[in-house]
């Protein structure tokens, strides 16, 4: 039978064990992103002036936009210059599907030469970022945008890229008792097509992401830390003021394949410098 005294001293070393190497316990990440969506307005007025900022505040990664062949109007190589500059990463980009065939550099126009692009400065992922509403339809229409997935995974995939979809909440109106997402996760290839999740859009939708996760293990090394306030609007907030538990979420991090995150505020109260320094503060004090 164990003594009190053999008890102690084995919970003793224990105890130390959780102290010496916590990453076996907790969650543990290098990078804390920014999606660059929360300071569209000043990323217009000056990118450079912008991402220097973003990197002042305590983000080292960070997630573009691109499209007709530049990030932000600026050509593929000097943006690059300019997120080495500030000592940041950008493992990641947002693309549109392009079903209107007016600009390039989308899914369904011009892809091979975004994929070149994205890997020439050094990126990990493409993301479609979201569907217009023109481009949405339904159960039927979602397969064939499955289709359209998994050949753009394809040629992401020749250029050392990963493929995902970014949700917001319209892909869990559910038609005949089935989900549009459910569709988009079913009739896609897992190795060519995971998937950015959205903890608002989830959350507002409903939907339970650790569920998600567990159903669906490893499709989602992709996600947008976003939370959603306490009022009847739902509306978003700076990360830890809301509704959405994050501590819970990220102990599935591992089961979900996370690769990196990225702070997102669609909209702002104030000055969004203000809300992306709120919510790091809030993410290094209890998220890594």
Known sequence: MTSRREFLKTSALVSAGLLAAPSLFAYDKKYIGLQLYTVR??????????LSRVAEIGYNSVEATYGDGKYYGTEPKAFAQLIKQ????????????????????????GWDKAADDAASVGQKFMIC?????KERGNLDHYKKLADDFNRAGEISKKAGLQFCYH????????????????????????NLVKFETDLYWLTRAGQDPVALIE?????FPLWHIKDMDRTEKKMFTEVGNGV????RIFEHSKQAGLKYFFVEQDICPGDPFNSITQSIAYIKKNLV
């Open 244 to 247: 959405v538990n994050f501590k």
């Open 167 to 190: 949700n917001h909440d319209f892909e869990f109106i559910p038609e005949n008792g089935k989900l549009p997402y459910d569709i988009l996760l079913e009739n896609t290839d897992k």
């Open 41 to 50: 307005d000043a990323m217009a007025k000056s990118v450079a002036g912008t």
């Open 129 to 133: 970022a979201w569907l217009s509403p």
């Open 215 to 219: 159903k669906h293990p490893g499709r």
């Open 86 to 109: 500030n000592n940041l990463i950008m493992p990641s980009a947002h693309y549109l599907l392009g079903e209107d065939a007016k600009s390039q550099g989308t899914l369904l126009n």
